[in-house]
């Protein structure tokens, strides 16, 4: 189809297509809509023109080698009798679909390494003193975890005292350990020992504790080149150690280190959706996902020669937001606006305001450069690993050296290019408040309180029956399937049957433009225990816990549940499911497999790629229950996603004897209801 017969298609001349109909958020269809009238092409429109391949989706084709692609669907009404089906090499659909999933998961797990990698790099300038724009800020969480990378916090006196050690010598031995995971070739990766005790061992007694970060992710594309592992059991126990190396590895050391870097979050108030858009202000969205570069951005804005120029260019300020996971790690940190999620990036654009998009790896659509080019708007690329080829973008190399010089250039490039708006601007009105910043430290905190800091009340309260379980609900948006409605339907269905809500990612942005991330949502949305302990904690039944490398938060926050007591031994022993309702990332499929082997129910919604071959499927919906205490689902309706999740659940808690406490205090609520109707 040409570009012509697609924009004819979507102008409702052959597709009866509304902008209603792909999206459940009022902003992001009035810019759907803006864009049509302009005749600009957005994903939307090639998600109508373009379908996928029929035999991708099943993840049965292979193209590992030049003598395919092999591509073996699965027949109509599935195999009859043995399945036959082969590749050249005579690699089977199980075989083809594991190599597949596992080259994802190898990905998406370098993506978040790669990432974290970056973080421990300028942790160590910072801790040496060779960079003057980063500083060791949060010195108690780097205490906190000092120990786990092996590095002593105090040191015996020549009497025998025992004396605190040097902050500076902490930090550079805690920033020489962190970088020496990635490329460690034995032993293993040493944030793996946070897990629970038992499912330590369990990965233990598997053989699938990581041994590097990198060395898992290479050991799986080396697995899966032609010709080599050709057992999908086998494949999968690589996806099990690059995907713990991932969670509790690469990700869980990105988040420690920033938070050490930059202040570990704490519950803070903030706006969400397109409305945070200013017109007259300079706009300076930053897209992507890693905090070096937006956080020296935030510093820079502040900059009072920086809020004069654009003074003198005619704006009233600057107005820095965010669009995918570098929002959730700015808001986090610093209240700043999220301005979208990932299917917004182009829409932020179309409202003719934005005066510069800055990015720097990770679901950046090529595309925001072709939309860009209908405005003034100007794409600064940031980072050497990602640059655009399409368009018009500019290219700012951001090095750890000089963050702050090189954020000022960014800055002032924006602020530049204020005076050149070619497009009236019109920004959608919405906008919603939200509160975030739920690190698992600031819930043990606003559990407890300074003194008694635990999760212990959680705990209690979901043995009472008040809290029904936890869902982690994370991932993307994906333009197969309407924007955020699978996010908010199994979001509201969890609250609403009393299930607690942690989330990350592009769900928790979803989650924020539809208010649920404030504590009044407690009292509309949710059954009547969760909206009872929200409103006595004053926290929001939906749990904001940072950007998708900040998983490794919510599996810290299990580990913790777990130590609290009485609710079993492991993760797996636990009343709580993980979600992806709307995934499209391969990072997601890396987080889905590190929560499945630590002992999480996961179910995602859209599809997965292994319908093609019913064997490998089974291993994962099924068998993995068995090795794991964890199993893959893919639920595509978010409703039934939702009450499966609050199935396994009920199931967990019949298994720990509590499912008779909350009939009980159920009865209590509804009669006590009863008599305040009376
Ligand atoms: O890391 S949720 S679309 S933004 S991949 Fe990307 Fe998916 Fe959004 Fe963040 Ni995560």
Redesign the pocket.
Known sequence: MTTEEVKKAVKKEKAPVRAQDLTVDPASAQMIERAWDLEIETIFDRAQSMKPCNIGVQGTCCKNCSQGPCRLPLPKGGVEGKDTRKGLCGATAETIAARNFARMVAA?AA??SDHGRGVAETFLAAARKETHDYHIRDTKKLLEIAPDFGVEITVQGENGEVLDRDIDEIAVEVGEAALAQWGQQQGEVCTAKRAPAPRYELWKKLGVLPRGIDREIVEIMHRTHIGVDQHYENILEQCSRAAIGDGWGGSMIATDLQDVLFGCPYPVKSTANLGVLKADHVNIVIH??EPLLSEMIVQAAELPEMVELAKSKGAHGIQLSG??????ELLMRHGIPLCG???QQELAIVTGAVDAMVVDV??IMENIANVAQCFHTKVITTNPRAKIASGDTIHIEFDEHTAFEDAKKIVRTGIENFPNRSKPVIIPDEKSDLVAGFSYEAINYHLGGTFRASYAPLNDNIINGRIRGIGGV????NARTVHNEGHLTVVKELIKHDVIVLT????A?ACAKAGLLTPEAAKVFCGPGLAEVCETVGIPPVLHMG???DNSRILMAAAEVVKAGGLGNDISDLPAAGS?PE??????IS?GHYFVVSGVYTVFGVTLPVSGAPVFENHLYKELENIYGGMWDLVVDPYEHAQKMIAHIDKKRKALGIDKARERVLFDMAARRDLEAA
């Open positions: 998406g993506a978040h992507g996902h669009i995918c996971c570098t929002a959730n999620d990932f299917l990770q679901c994370v991932g993307c948006n990350t990612g592009c769900n942005i950007s998708c490398v992806a995934w499209m990332s391969e990072k997601a987080i």
